[in-house]
């Protein structure tokens, strides 16, 4: 019995983490349409994001605190930028149901929940952003070579194995701003 009692006045404590591994991470739900034409969640795409002065949780206008905290953090207060949109529209044109959600990374207990879930088992998928071409001349385009955005993610299960196997997700990113996206791109954390 002492044991238990033991067990039970353990105090759980969470650490606050280094302020260089605070991150926002992104979770896309893949979601598709079983047999009967229910809509379903098959896997999620998870990725991390560094947060910076640009690149986090806003502050929430809701000038009643009680209601500020009941749906604390609200989605519509993390920061979707160019980068983001162009991962979910990828996903999007395969799965037009899919949808992003945001979480905080902070607490060592954060840390913990993410590294949990990515315990689960997932396939490989290929993600590729170029360059939109549909308003160049071709022509001026020969022999010339062009940054791509092609990288192995993972596609965590939700349904079956088999739902999320051998999936190639695209899209394509403004033609003037390709170097800089696809670089930036490429600093991103996929889990």
């Not at 992003?100 to 088992?121: A, E, F, G, M």
Request: net charge negative; glycine share 2%; charged share 30%.
């Amino acid at each position: 019995m002492s044991n238990i009692n033991n067990k039970l006045s353990e105090q759980v404590t969470i650490k606050l983490l280094d302020q260089e591994d605070w991150k926002i991470v992104k979770e896309i739900s893949v979601v598709s349409t079983n047999q009967f034409g229910v809509e379903i969640t098959i896997g999620v795409i998870i990725y991390d994001r560094q947060i910076t002065n640009d690149y986090k949780l806003n502050d929430d206008p809701e000038p009643n605190q009680i209601k500020r905290l009941l749906d604390y953090p609200k989605q519509e207060l993390f920061t979707n930028d160019e980068l983001d949109e162009l991962i979910l529209n990828a996903v999007k044109s395969k799965f037009p149901k899919s949808f992003i959600r945001s979480h905080q990374v902070l607490w060592d207990s954060d840390k913990k929940r993410y590294d949990y879930l990515l315990k689960r088992p997932s396939e490989k998928a290929f993600l590729e952003i170029r360059p939109n071409f549909s308003s160049i001349d071709i022509y001026s385009l020969n022999g010339k070579t062009f940054p791509v955005f092609n990288k192995e993610i993972n596609i965590y299960q939700d349904f079956t194995l088999e739902s999320i196997k051998s999936h190639f997700f695209t899209a394509n990113c403004d033609f003037e701003k390709r170097e800089n996206l696809i670089s930036q791109l490429y600093k991103i954390v996929f889990k």
